[in-house]
């Protein structure tokens, strides 16, 4: 029994090694339609105001976007919202931390409170995303651009409650960098709406 289980996994290594040749080519060497999507996504975040964070944030969803304004607007939008989601958990548990100094305390509710607006917004606009066609593209855009826009400016808003300098310490450095971070993935997403948009509906594959 021993030397079949030895012979067995034997084989397997085997069967492995020759695989490996392979496996280092095509990832040494990615396909022409995965480098073309790279491209598409770096070209297009490229007009983003935080185009590094939008390249890092979007290109490992490169086969799923492909070379679609529609996708790569829609899968943005959900990587803010998921982003969005994320920090407005970290604050509700912060505000039950005992001890905080009343500002700071004032601060967390008000934006926990904005940023539940900017969620809503978020999703609001990746609902109206799936029912865009050539027929309401223009008025289906407006709105999608009018959410992000206010999602955005809740973000700002939820900054502006953080930016004195006696709200330092652990507030400052796990709240507002979250924050910023999802004001800057809206900025980029806004960016890539309006882009969209001024297409007219040529490309809503």
Not at 152 to 175: S, W
Request: hydrophobic share 35%.
């Amino acid at each position: 029994m021993k030397g079949s289980s030895s012979r067995h996994g034997l084989a397997i290594l085997f069967i492995a090694l020759q695989f490996t040749p392979y496996i280092t080519l095509t990832s040494a060497y990615p396909p022409f339609h995965s480098q073309r999507n790279m491209e598409y996504i770096k070209s297009s975040c490229n007009t983003t105001t935080y185009p590094g964070l939008c390249y890092r944030s979007l290109s490992i969803y490169a086969s799923k976007i492909n070379t679609s304004p529609r996708l790569l607007v829609h899968t943005a939008l959900n990587v803010t919202l998921r982003a969005s989601k994320s920090t407005s958990r970290l604050m509700v548990k912060i505000s039950r931390i005992h001890g905080l100094e009343p500002r700071v305390a004032a601060a967390m509710v008000d934006c926990i409170e904005v940023i539940g607006d900017s969620v809503d917004e978020l999703q609001q606009s990746i609902g109206e995303l799936g029912h865009i066609s050539s027929s309401n593209f223009s008025l289906t855009m407006s709105d999608v651009q009018t959410w992000v826009s206010a999602a955005l400016t809740d973000e700002d808003t939820c900054m502006d409650g953080f930016a004195g300098n006696n709200l330092n310490g652990y507030a400052k450095t796990m709240v507002r960098k979250r924050i910023v971070k999802i004001a800057h993935l809206t900025s980029n997403s806004l960016a890539l709406i309006n882009n969209y948009a001024s297409t007219q509906g040529y490309y809503l594959h």
